[in-house]
C-alpha cells in the first residue's frame, strides 16, 4: 500500500460503514471500485474514505438509496445549481414531516388508550380492546 491508501477494513474503521456494506455501496455504484493492491486488496483513497462518510451520514440522516445516488452525482458535478440538492432535501423533510404527523397521532392514540384503561383485569382492559378493532381508534393515520 502506498500512502494515504487504506485497506477495507481501515477504510471501514476511520468511517464507521462496516465492510459488507462498503463492498454493497461498490455493488450498486455509490462507491467506484477502488484499485486493487498486487495482492488484490481493495486500496481506498481519501475521496473514497470522503465519499464513504458522506453516505454514511446522509443514511443516518435518513435519505434512501437513491437520493443519496443523486446527491453524490451532484457533489461530482459541483458546478451544476444548488436547486436539485434543496429538492431532494425538500423531498426527505416531507417524508419527516409525514412521520412525524403519524407519530404524533400514534402517541395520542396510545395516550387515550391508557387513559381509558379500566386497571382492572384482561378482560375488560381497554387496551387489548382498542388492539383487537382498529374501529375504535380515533385516528386512521397510524
Given at each position: 500500500?502506498?500512502?494515504?491508501e487504506r485497506?477495507?477494513?481501515?477504510?471501514?474503521?476511520e468511517?464507521?460503514v462496516?465492510?459488507p456494506?462498503?463492498?454493497?455501496?461498490e455493488?450498486?455504484g455509490?462507491l467506484?471500485?477502488p484499485p486493487r493492491?498486487?495482492?488484490?486488496?481493495?486500496l481506498y483513497a481519501?475521496?473514497d474514505?470522503?465519499?464513504?462518510?458522506?453516505i454514511r451520514?446522509?443514511?443516518e440522516?435518513g435519505?434512501d438509496?437513491e437520493?443519496?445516488?443523486?446527491?453524490?452525482?451532484?457533489?461530482d458535478?459541483?458546478?451544476q445549481?444548488?436547486?436539485?440538492?434543496?429538492?431532494?432535501?425538500r423531498a426527505r423533510?416531507a417524508?419527516?414531516?409525514t412521520?412525524?404527523?403519524?407519530?404524533l397521532?400514534?402517541r395520542?392514540e396510545l395516550?387515550?388508550?391508557i387513559?381509558?384503561?379500566?386497571h382492572?383485569?384482561?378482560?375488560?382492559?381497554r387496551?387489548i380492546?382498542?388492539l383487537a378493532?382498529?374501529?375504535?381508534c380515533?385516528s386512521v393515520?397510524?
Open positions: 500500500m502506498s500512502h494515504g485497506s477495507i477494513g481501515q477504510a471501514a474503521v468511517t464507521g462496516k465492510v456494506t462498503i463492498r454493497y455501496y455493488a450498486i455509490l467506484p471500485a493492491s498486487e495482492g488484490n486488496r481493495r481519501e475521496a474514505i470522503r465519499r464513504l462518510k458522506f451520514h446522509a443514511r440522516l435519505f438509496i437520493p443519496i445516488r443523486t446527491l453524490l452525482g451532484l457533489q458535478r459541483p458546478d445549481s444548488c436547486e436539485a440538492c434543496d429538492d431532494v432535501v423533510l417524508d419527516v414531516e412521520r412525524i404527523a403519524k407519530l397521532s400514534l395520542s395516550e387515550r388508550m387513559e381509558s384503561a379500566s382492572g383485569r384482561v378482560a375488560e382492559c387496551v380492546e382498542v378493532d382498529h374501529e375504535l380515533q393515520r397510524h
